[in-house]
């Protein structure tokens, strides 16, 4: 059986025979305007307006598997449902009042849907596939799934662009200061995104902009990151260790728990003390990078922008005191620049450029995504084994979003390419 979205589905996009149609008592019925659909609490579509016999009605529509859901969602106590002018069943098994008494003017459904397309939303929300249409998605033509996948991608900036408002709004509007800290939180990867996003919150960039030389900003970083707490007889380890507890003071700043950074699993390129002796070189050739990156208008210039190194010590080093063999300079690599152009420069400078009413800024934004090459992850291979293949990180960013936000949670009824299989187009 299906669930009642599936009716408000079939409702919306009159997916069912409409000729002919008559409520529970006979009376004929003919649909003017189906209603506005209604996601929050309230009747399922708004301003409906129906003829019954002759007299027409204006007014709200409700839709539920049986007619006695009503009484099981407690419509009958809530004022909310007062203006309901049709109530739209699958199978009527009970007759439904209103609060003066009168049967309220019902439409069952059971009997107008083909089975086919009951058949195909089953085959769907039922699929144990890594995808619910992971058998049939190759029946889509491939211009339609493309122009799917382009508005995804606006999708994902938009919802993504929530999360940074709300972030933007706690800092008081500090566009920088916000910048700041969701670069952190990538700059660190997913494995160390919490505690590099912890990071960023206990040292301000202000207080970085008041010593913002490379070994202060170094010893701010490392000291903020619990990493100079130790004794090891190293003696740039000490240098740092002296000058951060000078800004400690005068700052009056707390660390964050050493114990938080996680090296499992990493390379040792990847390792936090490599990545903070990068950033701090990041940070003390631009403290505002913000303003820096919304001058920049291509790929290539972001790119340079974010390949920085770690300083000497890191040649022959990855953590405090321990000498490696290699003699190798530590730059970042290109997959992680493009990681934070994609995750970072891109939504900051698509919700700055919304906030300022800027087009410009926004179809640079999308630009940037689509001349970044292809990401390289579990879920795009996987949509390239089913046929839907990516050139550059703006498809590989919508495939995201597809899988997270729609294939994973079965939400096929607001898909494109779910609508496409369930009417067999």
């Known amino acids: 059986m299906f669930k009642e979205d599936f009716l408000h589905y079939i409702w919306k996009y009159k997916l069912f025979n409409s000729l002919g149609l008559f409520t529970q008592n006979r009376e004929n019925i003919e649909v003017i305007n189906f209603g506005v659909h209604n996601t929050d609490a309230g009747p399922d579509f708004f301003n409906g307006k129906i003829k019954i016999d002759q007299t027409i009605w204006a007014g709200n529509i409700e839709i539920h598997i049986n007619s006695s859901d009503w009484i099981k969602h407690k419509h009958q106590s809530d004022k909310a449902y007062d203006n309901v002018i049709l109530h739209v069943v699958y199978k009527n098994d009970k007759e439904i009042k209103d609060k003066d008494g009168n049967a309220i003017p019902t439409l069952e ?33 491939e211009f339609a799934i493309k122009s799917w ?20 709004q706690f800092n008081k509007n500090n566009w920088e200061e916000t910048f700041y800290q969701y670069l952190l939180k990538y700059f660190g990867l997913k494995v160390n995104a919490h505690p590099f996003e912890l990071l960023a919150k206990n040292t301000p960039l202000k207080t970085i902009e008041k010593h913002n030389d490379l070994f202060s900003i170094e010893a701010l970083l490392y000291g903020q990151s619990g990493y100079l707490d130790e004794n090891i007889e190293d003696e740039y380890y000490n240098k740092l260790k002296t ?34 002796a990068q950033l701090a070189n990041l940070l003390s050739n631009h403290t505002r990078l913000f303003n820096k990156i919304i001058e920049i208008e291509s790929v290539n210039e972001l790119q340079e922008l974010f390949y920085v190194q770690a300083s000497a010590y890191w040649n022959t080093h990855y953590r405090f005191g321990v000498v490696v063999k290699d003699n190798k300079v530590k730059k970042i690599g290109i997959n992680t620049v493009n990681n934070i152009i994609i995750n970072v420069i891109v939504p900051f400078t698509f919700v700055y450029a919304k906030a300022k009413q800027n087009e410009e800024l926004v179809n640079k934004s999308l630009n940037l995504l689509e001349n970044i090459k292809a990401e390289n992850n579990f879920i795009v ?9 990516s050139s550059n990180a703006m498809q590989t960013q ?5 899988k997270n936000n729609y294939c994973s949670q079965k939400k096929c009824l607001n898909c494109s390419i779910g609508n496409k299989i369930l009417q067999n187009d």
């Open 243 to 276: 000058e951060y507890h000078f800004l400690k003071s005068k700052f009056r700043l707390t660390a964050i728990d050493k114990s938080l950074w996680k090296l499992l699993r990493l390379r040792p390129n990847n390792f936090p003390t490599i990545r903070i």
């Open 381 to 389: 291979e996987k949509f390239a084994q089913l046929g839907v293949k």
């Open 149 to 168: 996948i382009n508005r995804l991608a606006i999708e994902r900036l938009e919802r993504k662009s929530g999360e940074i408002g709300e972030t933007l």
């Open 109 to 141: 459904l059971k009997g107008l849907i083909e089975e086919e397309l009951i058949d195909n939303y089953n085959s769907l929300i039922q699929s144990k596939d890594w995808i619910p249409c992971g058998k049939q998605i190759k029946t889509v033509d």
């Open 398 to 402: 919508s495939l995201i979003e597809l």
